[in-house]
Nanobody, 126 residues
Framework: QVQLVESGGGLVQAGGSLRLSCAAS????????VGWFRQAPGKEREFVAA????????YYADAVKGRFTISRDNAKNTVYLQMNSLKPEDTAVYYC???????????????????WGQGTQVTVSS
């Protein structure tokens, strides 16, 4: 099992930036695909971005494409989500998740991920 801890959330004005971190312990994260998801109040959890275990492939939801960048530093056992040009509709709790039994396909569905962090709140004011 991988223990995941998100950090870097906070309150930011529209147009601002934040960088979220997802630090892993318990096992190396380099063998897992990693995804970021978010859940706004009253809404279902939605996919944000994912990265393959090597870092060579990345995937984004249309709503964040061009504004968010997912990356990983396997030496630090950490995955990042750089969020630029933030909008009020980006307000949500952001979660990272690890697919610890990866196939060649990087999943975008939450049900395909095994281990989840506790989440970090991102609030974007208008």
């Amino acid at each position: 099992q991988v223990q995941l801890v998100e950090s870097g959330g906070g309150l930011v004005q529209a147009g601002g930036s934040l960088r979220l971190s997802c630090a892993a312990s318990g096992r190396t994260l380099s063998s897992s695909h990693v995804g970021w998801f978010r859940q706004a109040p009253g809404k279902e959890r939605e996919f944000v971005a994912a990265i393959s275990r090597s870092g060579g492939s990345t995937y984004y939801a249309d709503a964040v494409k061009g504004r968010f960048t997912i990356s990983r530093d396997n030496a630090k056992n950490t995955v990042y989500l750089q969020m630029n040009s933030l909008k009020p509709e980006d307000t949500a709790v952001y979660y990272c998740a690890a697919d610890v039994n990866p196939t060649r396909v990087v999943p975008t569905r939450g049900s395909s991920y095994d281990d989840w962090g506790q989440g970090t709140q991102v609030t974007v004011s208008s």
